[in-house]
């Protein structure tokens, strides 16, 4: 979730640039930088760390161009250095990019085999060298840009300027947002309407697959087809001290959308996406291979985030992990042989009842670490060591993006466990890096199926009671679909482990009784297929979320079967954390009820 800015203005804009990219501080980053056209050269100036030192060198070597783009970049492939800072500029091009570029090495391979030069460690180079290349070969800049974007794999943003061409800037969205800012003769690009609030209120918002031509006199949007699309252009009220909804009804919506951009980035922050192995955190006051246990305690959807990585270290890394809700494991009084690890889950970081449990463990001598969204929080600052999700704000008192943040965490240290442990070879940790990488671009596919979610949700919402069920890693989702449903639409629903039902749930099925299954093709699908035979039997009606050899193998008939991408069983969880937050986001906005602040919930629950 790094920041993007692009104008094409009347005057100099690289003080406007920084002016923007200071509005897009609070998504956190290590460096930053701008490139604007001097009489119709690409020039750019750069700096490690704060903004501030970004204005030094400006201050020292100024820029006067009127057209320019700028970034505040959070490092993802290669350390967060000048060289490695954005823009990036090729031959006749100068590239921001937000998200991952997933087959970069290929691409990169290519290029290099065609005798270009690649000046830093980032997946972005990849991109400007190619459009470049396609310059060479006697391209338009559009065309070059097309042609590109036709090569990359992944979830992204891009703002692209170009020599010689000071009344042209080309931006392209895929999974990561990006919004267009309409001035008098003047044009913006922005990540969200904060980084263009100082500029512009007319915000158009491109959807997943648009790309857009600017120049001083307006936009041409075109989908992923290539054909002119028309994105309906709104008045934003936001400003530098709030964070805007765009063009989403609610915050909710928002966040649902945000986490191909947000897990993508927290990847990064634990996954080498050069080496493709992971990072082992400086000052790790522990060894995974000296562990003999795990203790994880969190709070609501936290401690679903913490069942799933139950499945992952137990499998992954042969570590056995016992978890609790905090209410309960602080009152336990539970025996912690000292030198072990405890693990504490939450997104403020200042959940009494988890940080009540932290500081039993911490009595009990144990290794303290805490998978928090805020790292100035309580339970950060009384933790050894902290594993930050990079969510950014989430305002929705339902959590969707700190929620698979999270899971994007666990399942990076469920790996780097596994490799210290010698569980994992190198091949297999590689193999396994490489699948969490791909997570962003499989739920920019998931949300491809909003549309269907949101006509289900319309027959959801005559329900009075909903059960969900789920086998292994399925299972924790399960409890947290149905979580999300009761939060913000007030219908009952229980989530439950498929292989449970036979003991108690199915006496509640009969005809009316909507029965959510979550089931991938996996190892135990043909298990959870029987029970859903089961439920077919007794007039239940599936709604089944799987993906293709599921939908096939399944031999039952649904009321609705939401099919899936194809992915890896280890990121499963993340990605099918996407059709359960639509499913309740849409059943909950059809009944009217106050989504993003839902009777009796708070967002952070202080008190016991």
């Not at 005559?462 to 086998?471: F, H, N, T, V, W």
């Not at 292994?472 to 007030?490: D, H, Q, R």
């Not at 039902?501 to 299954?517: N, Q, R, S, W, Y």
Request: charged letters at 25%; hydrophobic letters at 45%; aromatic letters at 6%.
């Amino acid at each position: 979730m790094c920041g993007i800015i692009g104008i094409l203005g009347r005057e100099p804009v690289a003080p406007l640039l920084v002016d923007g990219l200071k509005r897009l501080e609070y998504r956190g980053y290590d460096s930053a930088g701008v490139a604007t056209l001097e009489e119709g050269v690409l020039t750019r100036r750069r700096a490690e760390g704060k903004l501030r030192n970004l204005e030094g060198r400006l201050e020292a070597e100024p820029l006067a161009g009127h057209s320019g783009i700028g970034h505040t970049r959070w490092a993802t492939h290669g350390a967060p250095t000048e060289a490695n800072a954005h823009p990036h500029i090729g031959p006749g091009v100068a590239v921001v990019h937000n998200g991952i570029i997933e087959n970069f090495r290929e691409l990169r391979a290519e290029l290099t085999g065609e005798g270009v030069t690649f000046a830093t460690d980032t997946d972005t180079e990849v991109v400007c060298q190619m459009i470049g290349a396609y310059l060479g070969k006697g391209g338009t800049p559009t065309d070059a840009v097309v042609k590109t974007l036709a090569r990359l794999e992944g979830a992204f943003a891009l703002a692209i300027l170009f020599d010689g061409e000071d009344d042209l800037l080309i931006g392209a969205r895929r999974g990561s947002p990006l919004a267009v800012g309409y001035g008098e003769g003047e044009m913006y690009l922005g990540s969200d309407a904060i980084a263009l609030a100082p500029f512009t209120s007319r915000i158009a918002y491109l959807d997943d697959g648009d790309w857009v031509v600017l120049t001083r006199e307006g936009a041409t949007i075109r989908d992923e087809a290539g054909m002119v699309a028309e994105r309906a252009i709104q008045t934003s009220s936001a400003s530098a001290a709030m964070v805007d909804k765009g063009n989403y009804r609610h915050f909710m919506a928002k966040e649902i959308h945000e986490q191909p951009d947000v897990v993508a980035r927290t990847l990064a922050h634990y996954l080498d996406l050069n080496a493709m192995t992971t990072k082992v955190p400086e000052g790790l006051p522990f060894d995974f291979a000296n562990l003999q246990r795990v203790v994880i305690t969190a709070c609501g959807t936290a401690f679903y985030a913490g069942l799933v990585a139950k499945y992952w270290f137990e499998r992954l890394a042969r570590l056995p992990v016992d978890i609790d809700v905090a209410s309960e494991f602080r009152y336990r009084e539970t025996p912690l042989d000292p030198g072990g690890l405890a693990l504490f889950i939450s997104q403020s970081g200042e959940t009494a009842d988890t940080l009540a449990s932290l500081r039993y463990c911490k009595a009990e001598k144990q290794h303290i670490g805490a998978v928090v969204n805020v790292k100035e929080s309580t339970i950060a600052r009384e933790s050894d060591v902290i594993f930050p999700t990079i969510a950014g704000p989430e305002i929705g008192v339902a959590s969707t993006k700190a929620f698979t943040c999270q899971l994007s965490v666990l399942a990076s240290m469920a790996v780097m466990a596994g490799r210290q442990r010698g569980v994992l070879s190198a091949d297999d940790e590689g193999r396994l890096v490489r699948a969490l990488t791909e997570t962003p671009r499989y739920m920019v596919d998931a949300l491809k199926l909003e549309p269907q979610i949101e006509r289900l949700a319309r027959n959801l919402a005559k329900a009075s009671d909903i059960l969900y069920l789920g086998r292994g890693s399925s299972y924790p989702l399960a409890m947290e679909g149905a979580l999300k449903l009761k939060e913000i639409s007030y219908i009952h629903a229980e989530g439950y482990a498929a292989g449970e039902l036979k003991h108690g749930p199915i006496a509640l099925i009969d005809e009316t009784m909507p029965v959510i299954v979550i089931a991938p093709y996996d190892k135990v699908f043909e298990k959870t297929a029987s029970n859903m035979q089961e439920v077919a039997a007794r007039g239940g009606r599936i709604i089944l979320i799987t993906d293709q050899k599921g939908a096939a193998a399944a031999g039952v008939e649904t009321m609705e079967t939401l099919v899936m991408p194809d992915v890896p069983a280890t990121i499963a969880p993340m990605v099918y954390s996407i059709p359960i937050q639509l499913l309740a986001y849409h059943t909950a906005v059809f009944m009217g009820t106050d989504v993003d602040q839902p009777r009796n919930l708070a967002k952070s629950v202080t008190v016991e």
